[in-house]
């Protein structure tokens, strides 16, 4: 059983470019999560989703930030234009059913120059 | 966002010794889970116990669920250095919108 796949496992960018962070959940896990670490303030939650529709989007800090699942699988979270106060680890999480484990993957480092 | 409060904030034992630690949470839930964050690394799922559940094992870890304290324990029984890491609760809580609410977490140090 394949944990969740997270890619690139780092990022390093300069400002104004356009960054994308790409989540693949477990197999079969309809639920898929967002986070963001910055060892300061904890796990932030930015956005998640069911299937292939947003739930809740409200922890995005701004407009930059969009995230997408297009067929309900993989995700991506893309940072436009990035800025060096968005260097912090992605995590994404994905769960299967509204009351199952979730799970978390590795994260991808980004740093912003 | 964090509706749980942990305790202690800290603790450092001797490999060998059990560890304990608590969590404490304020809404009704329809399960919670306890996570391992090794320095560095990512989160690491432990246990899940339901809101229906009063204790469970997994390994050298055991896990009580007091819904009428609104708290639970996780146990580490005979601990060793690689216990070492940041353990952190997070409930499911009925009214969260699916989100995971999240404990503060305890830092433990296991000394050889």
């Known amino acids: 059983d394949a944990g969740i796949i997270q890619s690139p496992k780092h990022e390093v960018t300069e400002m104004g470019q356009t960054v994308t962070l790409r989540c693949e959940p477990i197999f079969g896990h309809n639920f898929l999560f967002w986070y963001r670490d910055t060892f300061v303030q904890g796990l932030e939650l930015l956005s998640y989703f069911r299937s292939r529709s947003i739930i809740d989007n409200a922890g995005m800090p701004t407009e930059r930030f969009s995230a997408e699942r297009p067929d309900g699988s993989f995700s991506t979270l893309k940072i436009q234009p990035a800025e060096q106060g968005d260097s912090a680890v992605y995590v994404c999480a994905s769960r299967h059913g509204t009351r199952g484990e979730q799970y978390f993957g590795p994260g991808t480092r980004l740093t912003v120059t | 966002s964090q509706q749980g409060e942990e305790d202690p904030q800290a603790l450092s034992i001797q490999e060998g010794e059990n560890a304990t630690m608590n969590c404490s949470y304020k809404?009704?839930?329809?399960?919670l889970q306890w996570y391992r964050q090794n320095s560095g690394r990512g989160l690491v799922h432990l246990i899940l116990?339901?809101?229906n559940e009063r204790e469970k094992h997994s390994g050298r870890l055991r896990v009580t669920l007091d819904t009428s304290k609104k708290s639970s324990s996780l146990l580490i029984t005979a601990s060793r250095a690689a216990d070492t890491a940041s353990y952190f609760c997070?409930?499911?809580?009925?009214?969260?919108?699916?989100?995971?609410?999240w404990g503060a977490g305890t830092k433990l140090i296991i000394k050889p």
């Open positions: 997070a409930t499911d809580a009925e009214d969260s919108n699916y989100q995971l609410i």
């Open positions: 116990i339901r809101s």
């Open positions: 809404t009704s839930i329809n399960n």
